[in-house]
Structure formats: C-alpha cells, structure tokens
C-alpha cells in the first residue's frame, strides 16, 4: 500500500498548483481518497474528499477554490488549487480508506502519504 504525493511548491497569492497522489493500484479501486493539509502549530485538517464515484466534498474555506478529481486510468487523485491565498500555506497530505464512503476527518483515513509542501507568499 502506498500513496505518494507530489506538486508542492512555491506561489505568489492568487496563483495556483496541482498537488498529485498516485495510489498503489490494491489501495486505490473503491478507496476514499482525501486531501488534508496542517500548518505549523496547527492541527491537521481535512480539505477535500472524493469517492470511487467522483463525488466529491470540500471544507468551507476552499469552496469555490480547489478541486478534486480522480484519473482512475492511472491511480490517480489530483487537487487543483486556484486563487490561492497566504492561508493555504502548508504541508498537504494524501490518504486513502478502502470503504464504500468517504469523510474529510483526518481520523477517519488509515493510509497516509509523506506530504508536500505548499507556501503561497
């Protein structure tokens, strides 16, 4: 099992990214996968969660912002982040649960990538 994240980096406010997580093909079929981000002394918190079915939920701060979507051709789940603001800044994580349902809380994930990095000046 593993997932890996990829895409961070730096960005001048208003600007945008694509941070990518590639799933090992067994985690990915029929996976929940989230987004969730934490900033120094902050805790970890959910920003985005799709299903197997492409449903997806976002938390109230990136509505209308990020997107999330699933490439199922290549165990792929991206976050497409626009107008990106100083308050993004974080480490973005990517997890996966292999269940037929999908939350945004980070306790409800069992699988956990590294992270990247995502500073907007």
């Known amino acids: 099992v593993q997932l890996v994240e990829s895409g961070g980096g730096s960005v001048q406010a208003g600007g945008s990214l694509r941070l990518s997580c590639v799933a090992s093909?067994?985690?990915?079929?029929?996976?929940?996968v989230g987004w969730h981000r934490q900033a120094p002394g902050k805790e970890r918190e959910g920003v985005a969660a799709?299903?197997?079915?492409?449903?997806?939920s976002y938390t109230d701060s990136v509505k209308g912002r990020f997107t999330v979507s699933r490439d199922n051709a290549n165990n792929i789940v991206n976050l497409h982040m626009n107008s990106l603001k100083p308050e993004d800044t974080a480490m973005y994580y990517c997890?996966?649960?292999?269940?037929?349902?999908?939350?945004?809380?980070?306790?409800?994930?069992?699988?956990w990538g590294q992270g990247t990095q995502v500073t907007v000046s």
């Open positions: 799709i299903d197997s079915d492409g449903i997806a």
């Open positions: 093909r067994s985690l990915y079929s029929g996976a929940c």
């Open positions: 997890a996966a649960r292999s269940v037929g349902y999908c939350y945004r809380g980070t306790s409800f994930y069992v699988y």
